[in-house]
């Protein structure tokens, strides 16, 4: 009944931009958290960027100063933006949201992201 749609992924040279947008719908009104993760070839997935519903907001030490997320609760959407963009951020990102009172987590079905040197 929830589903999160990702979109903004490509493939961009080193020092480029990207903007990662995931739109949420379905029954439920509000999620405590969302976010982003990302997984790389022969790597394990990863906490990208997280953000509350009261604003507060944790990044990977890999990204932070480079990423910023925002949101838009009453769209029930998350936004990357991915400046600098290097090689190493190379991987499938994918769109996270939880409701702890509910106990559920709800996954996008990722989108590329490609950065060459």
């Known amino acids: 009944q929830v589903q999160l749609v990702e979109s903004g992924g490509g493939l961009v040279q080193a020092g480029g931009s990207l903007r990662l947008s995931c739109v949420s719908s379905?029954?439920?009104?509000?999620?405590?958290?969302m976010g982003w993760y990302r997984q790389a070839p022969g790597k394990q997935r990863e906490l990208v960027a997280q953000?509350?519903?009261?604003?507060?907001?944790n990044y990977a030490g890999s990204v932070k100063g480079r990423f910023i997320i925002s949101r838009d609760t009453a769209k029930k959407s998350v936004y990357l933006q991915m400046n600098s963009l290097k090689p190493e951020d190379t991987a499938v990102y994918y769109c996270?949201?939880?409701?702890?009172?509910?106990?559920?987590?709800?996954w996008g079905q990722g989108t590329q992201v490609t950065v060459s040197s």
């Open positions: 996270n949201a939880e409701h702890y009172t509910l106990g559920n987590v709800y």
């Open positions: 379905g029954s439920i009104f509000s999620f405590d958290a």
């Open positions: 953000i509350h519903a009261g604003g507060n907001t």
